[in-house]
């Protein structure tokens, strides 16, 4: 099958173990199938491919969360990159574009959309197969919902209305977020979770894109993406659409959409340096800092630290948890990158202390910094580094300085590991100059 | 009047702010008069002086507390330092010999002995000042206790009882703590709490000293010190001592041993980087991380971060902190120095990087290591480096490289910021040889 995942998402819900840099469903936390830790994304790219060994997978994106995805899924995966942000219909569009003119996919075949995050069993994945399979028949309506049976009337999901209540039933309406009185009201009806997973032929989201935005192809729409107007999927298609089928899916499929929920599934209640004394209770505690916590009473907690801040917080309350992270959020403390990962040590107002891991036969940007000095000590790994032009190698116990104004680079010859010191009066992730560099 | 401070104590119960550095006695969290933040001593010593300009106080302290007492107080006090731990009756019998032999005190004078951290308010330390007046006065008892008067029937505390309920009578017996139904059952006979405040005129001290112990004066017992044998005040006098008077102390006196005490009197509910929703009840803060701490509904607890670690507790449970503070335990990971101070920001398995701070004026010692290499990367302020003997002068963004084996020391001309990049297989504090160096 063709699938589409959505990888959108906030560095709020799950922070500080979630960032601007890693949304949530990079947080490595669920217990995989060799006993090591995995992220949603892994585990949901993992069921997949148990399901399906041919899926051809395209992951649509933006370009701050592809690092991340490569350094967890590996190339294992395409991923269609938005240039910019124009809501879900502009980014489904391009990667149906991408999908036909790139991988060849034919107008008949039918794709699959669905978030890259749902915490589900298998057997959701069996039921997003068969959705394909439905969307894909000579009979099929043009689009092909899942709908999930609701287990207790949330207030935090959108419901489907079928007409009856066979496994697959013409749909009547769209409701939004009810109250939980008319939720129950809903499922009495026979109402359906919408757990935001369609499917059709991609000559339908084809012709639904040309007759709303002006382009060729694939690279004519990534080249002038940031033309496009913002629009939901929801509003340009679903709304106009009269032909809607909805798929009745009766497994476990839960939103993991916050601290709260996403407690319940994480592989340990105690991740990471922790002591927890026998009096606590219903607590979650992730801990990825080197330092350790000690709990002692705590009730119905979750409680996560990393380098870019502390969370303590009642189960229930840490849903609210938006609003607090926005007060406090600044430039991203640790970051996965294509070439390996960043962690901020210390910030003084004159200097910041960085520790850079550069992997294998990686590189840094050959750049410039206009306001700050940088200093390089070398702890392990032997590699190269490039200064104004001038190439020179390097061992644990090296020292490298680079005055502002400098060009300069590394190269890992093998894994680097590298303190670096910034210093000067304006240091800013902004005051960076990229270069050219021919070796 | 002559006062000892007895400054020993623990470094466990108010982890991660203490360590086996700082004890919770120099933890700066209660509120000074200008508005910023106090230790228990430097509000002690501010209480003695406002009571008694005159005061003459020496602080009975072990070495590793001696950076810390001249950091706080500076040198407006003496500091009698423990060669070895040898229990309080040897540590009060070296700093009444100090008291004699060095600070020239009169055998007819009393001295009151004071434990350095109580919580109380000024009518405390005019009790003290009279307690000196008692016992210095012709008709004293050999010993003349403080007890304080009970408002609750405490487990935690000993109990003294009073012969009769006068504000000075003669001690009938001591209790050692009781469960709560005894306290109650001596409360109502009238018994005092014992608060460790005692006084006595000086040659007492000194005979009872020379009965037990073999030295010739200060300088003697300092060198001899490790000789001697562990023995309490309280065996060694107060139990063989029948003329022993009680005076009453009916104000504040607070024992703040452990978080949850501690709380009752801390500055501030949140101190540092923190942020609390409105849900949050009883609950104090301490933040002396540069990362922001988020708060959710937390409900009646103690939540503290240092470069040691994280503490999240109940304020019940947080009395019974020292196991779970055992089994976390390693190398303190800042401390206040005689020249400054140091922070440890990283530790990896082949490298610690650790920022330093160093006074204007003040230099490390000269010394070399022999299983690491050093990186000096200068952040802030001018200074020197000596090494191997060469003088350098050193300005922010100089960096210096010090192999395993080199003899170093770095002085600061102006107050000096370094981050320091320690390199090696088995990086530990012991690993340091010190040398002379002559200027």
């Known amino acids: 099958m063709n699938l589409i995942l959505l990888s959108g998402g906030s560095g709020q819900r799950l922070w500080p173990l979630s960032n601007n840099i890693r949304s949530k469903q990079f947080v490595p936390l669920l217990r995989g199938e060799n006993g090591e830790y995995e992220s949603m994304v892994q585990r949901v790219y993992r069921q997949i491919t148990r399901e399906d060994p041919n899926a051809r997978i395209v992951v649509a994106t933006a370009k ?20 910019c942000r124009r809501d879900t219909f502009p980014a489904i569009a391009l990667a149906c574009s991408y999908l036909a003119d790139v991988r ?18 298998d057997s959701y994945f069996a039921a997003v197969h068969r959705l394909a399979e439905l969307a894909g028949a000579d009979d099929a309506a043009n689009l092909t919902l899942m709908g999930v049976e609701p287990t207790y009337p949330s207030a935090k999901y959108g419901y489907i209305i079928p007409e009856t209540a066979d496994a697959v039933s ?6 939004e977020k009810p109250d939980e009185q008319t939720a129950a009201e809903y499922i009495a009806k026979g109402a359906l979770w919408n757990c935001g997973v ?4 991609l000559k339908y989201l084809l012709q639904a894109a040309h007759a709303r935005m002006d382009f060729k192809g694939f690279a004519d729409l990534q080249q ?13 298609v679903v709304e106009q659409e009269p032909d809607i089928r909805a798929a009745r899916f ?21 991740i990471g340096k922790v002591l927890m004394d026998d009096t606590c209770r219903d607590t979650n505690v992730v801990n990825q800092l080197n330092i350790p916590i000690i709990c002692m009473g705590c009730q119905n907690m979750v409680i996560a630290a990393s380098s870019d801040g502390i969370l303590v917080s009642d189960k229930q309350r840490s849903s609210h948890i938006k609003p607090f992270v926005e007060q406090v959020e600044g430039e991203a403390r640790f970051a996965e990158k294509s070439w390996g990962s960043f962690t901020v040590l210390d910030v003084q107002p004159e200097a910041t202390t960085i520790r850079i891991v550069l992997n294998e036969g990686h590189r840094l940007s050959y750049h410039s910094h206009e306001h700050r000095d940088e200093v390089w000590t070398i702890v392990t790994g032997t590699g190269r580094t490039v200064i104004d032009g001038t190439v020179r190698r390097v061992h644990p116990g090296d020292v490298v300085t680079m005055p502002a104004g400098a060009k300069h680079t590394l190269i890992a010859d093998t894994a ?14 902004a005051d960076k100059t990229k270069f050219e560099l021919n070796l």
């Open 64 to 83: 701050r969360q592809v690092s991340t995805i490569l350094n967890q899924l590996g190339d294992k995966v395409d991923v269609c990159v938005e240039p």
């Open 104 to 121: 060849g996919v034919g107008p008949e075949e039918p794709v699959v959309v669905c978030p890259v995050d749902p915490y589900v069993d």
């Open 170 to 175: 013409r749909v009547t309406a769209f409701k």
């Open 198 to 201: 369609f499917a059709f032929k």
């Open 224 to 236: 002038n993406y940031d033309k496009q107007k913002k629009i939901s999927f929801d509003y340009a």
């Open 250 to 270: 009766a497994g476990e499929w839960k939103d993991v959409g916050s601290w709260n929920t996403f407690a319940e599934v994480m592989a340990d209640p105690a």
């Open 416 to 429: 680097l590991q590298v303190v670096e010191v910034q210093i000067g009066e304006e240091i800013n992730v």
